[in-house]
């Protein structure tokens, strides 16, 4: 119940398209939702986060879709681009200060 | 505002010795955590810190790892006795309380 599942693994995107990044989780006491970009040799930053109360949350060209009732999540990455190339993890946790459970990671990368 | 700090940024050891990583959070981050991330997988609490007390330690494996937390600021994570297995990188962050993480660049340990 602790899980927080990510797909894909990896995806392959062309310089301008979409990518999108898929995460479900079990545990409906889970309110916020980070998204974390790590690139090699770097610790993950947060790049953005949601909370169960919107549907959506736009930064820049990162976009979070949130469904509560599936329990999943997405990170859409428009107009990709070749310094988009990174690890991306989804992470889910509880107000209070409890841990962040982290998925596996999606290595992305954008050809030029 | 300066980041998390870490070192060392890497560690190469044999098996069955010792090796400690050392963790300076962000000034004023109550929240301090290890994380463990193996090659390939996302991040995997080790242990939290609130202030110099422990929240959270039931994935540490407290057989050969150990933590500490000096005056609520700095921390040390330790093992002792390595094993090939213990090979990954060894992140800290830190967070004002909850939320979104600030993460350190890591410590890559190499078991050999």
């Known amino acids: 119940q602790q899980q927080v599942k990510q797909s894909p693994q990896s995806l392959i995107v062309q310089k301008g398209g979409i990518s999108i990044i898929n995460c479900a989780y079990e545990n409906t006491a889970f309110d916020y939702f980070p998204w974390y970009q790590q690139f090699p040799g770097k610790g993950p930053a947060l790049l953005i986060a949601i909370r169960p109360d919107v549907s959506e949350k736009k930064e820049g060209r990162f976009t979070i879709s949130f469904n509560k009732s599936a329990k999943q999540f997405s990170l859409h990455i428009m107009d990709s681009q070749p310094g988009d190339s990174a690890t991306y993890f989804c992470?889910?946790?509880?107000?209070?200060?409890?841990?962040?459970?982290f998925g596996a990671g999606t290595r992305l990368f954008v050809k030029a | 505002e300066a980041g998390v700090a870490q070192s060392p940024r890497y560690k190469i050891i044999e098996k069955r010795q010792s090796v400690a990583f050392w963790c300076n959070p962000i000034?004023?981050?109550?929240?301090l955590y290890w994380y463990q991330q193996i090659l390939g997988q996302g991040p995997k609490l080790l242990i939290q810190?609130?202030?110099?007390?422990?929240?959270?330690d039931s994935q540490l494996p407290k057989d050969r790892f150990s933590a500490e937390r000096l005056k609520g600021v700095d921390s040390t994570l330790k093992i002792q006795p390595a094993k090939l297995e213990d090979s990954a990188v060894y992140l800290c962050?830190?967070?004002?309380?909850?939320?979104?993480?600030?993460f350190g660049s890591g410590t890559r340990l190499t078991v050999v």
């Open positions: 992470a889910a946790s509880r107000t209070g200060g409890f841990k962040t459970i």
């Open positions: 962050a830190s967070s004002p309380s909850g939320g979104g993480y600030t």
């Open positions: 000034s004023g981050h109550a929240t």
């Open positions: 810190f609130q202030n110099n007390g422990v929240v959270d």
